[in-house]
DNA sequence: ACTCAATGTCTAGGTTGCTTTACATTCTTG
DNA sequence: CAAGAATGTAAAGCAACCTAGACATTGAGT
């Protein structure tokens, strides 16, 4: 059989709550990346749209905040 | 204020229950790849644990199993 | 035995995720 | 206003995700 033929363009851009989560907690996104274990930059990228977490980070996210992944994420 | 330091290491490797969900189906790799609209080596990739999916990858296939990720993918 | 679908793997190349460094802007508080 | 804290962005570089194409092996039919 051949293989399949699989368009460019990948899906992105996930929305997130990550900014209210924070806010609620009074945390800085420095904070937040300590606590992740990656740098504010990501953080702030994440935040405001550039690109989309990693499902491991996705997953530690998740944990920090102890809710599902849909809970913090919706593809939009 | 400084900037933070992170660790270079980035976490990786989530288990997937992909192969079983599609064998319940009795879908190809091939099936499943058209459905998920990525390669069929994509698909082989996630199986056999060569890396992870993106998010909205993710999220894709969440939705095409209609379960939540966790239900689908756990991080080890 | 032959054929063909299915799977596993490899290469090469492009795009995204994440890092460090650095700088500008905004907000608060003295 | 001055000084710091928080945030937004950008560039360069490396690692991870994903692609198309190709090839080898395995298993199921016929």
Redesign the interface.
Known sequence: ?L??L??PG?????KNRLKVLRAERDWSQ?DL??RL??????VNAIETGRY?????????I??LFDM???AI?T?D
């Open positions: 059989m293989d399949g699989a368009r990948r899906g992105r851009i996930v420095q990346a300590q274990e990656v740098s504010r930059q990501s989309d977490p990693s499902l491991p980070l996705a997953f530690r998740a944990a599902p992944i849909e994420f593809p």
